[in-house]
């Protein structure tokens, strides 16, 4: 089965950082793009940032210059390096992957991790 693998998130105050990351397991045959979307409460899932399998990368413009995602094809990992951390980046974070899977056949299909609280607070 499929699954993607979330850790790293915590309590941190304003101006602190985080490294958020994430491992894909399972029947992979590939990874396009990666992702981390993040969701506060009353609001609507948004994206924060994501890489393509050639590691180009694109940020919302709240967070750039402040937090870098990148990938280790490798490990079939993605991660988020947070720096500068405000209040505002309070939510839970979710890993997006879209990936080739051997599911019965094999099949281009989104996955998203369980999500991992990260709280900006004094």
């Known amino acids: 089965q499929v699954q993607l693998v979330e850790s790293g998130g915590g309590l941190v105050q304003p101006g602190g950082s985080l490294r958020l990351s994430c491992v894909a397991s399972?029947?992979?045959?590939?990874?396009?793009?990666m992702s981390w979307f993040r969701q506060s409460p009353g609001k609507q899932r948004e994206l924060v940032a994501d890489?393509?399998?050639?590691?180009?990368?694109n940020y919302v413009d709240s967070v750039k210059g402040r937090f870098t995602i990148s990938r280790d094809n490798f490990k079939n990992a993605v991660y988020l390096q947070m720096n500068s951390l405000k209040p505002e980046d309070t939510a839970v974070y979710y890993c997006?992957?879209?990936?080739?899977?051997?599911?019965?056949?094999?099949?281009?299909?989104?996955?998203w991790g369980q999500g991992t609280q990260v709280t900006v607070s004094s």
């Open positions: 890489i393509t399998s050639g590691s180009s990368t």
């Open positions: 997006y992957a879209d990936m080739k899977i051997l599911d019965v056949e094999v099949r281009s299909r989104a996955f």
């Open positions: 399972g029947s992979i045959i590939g990874i396009n793009s």
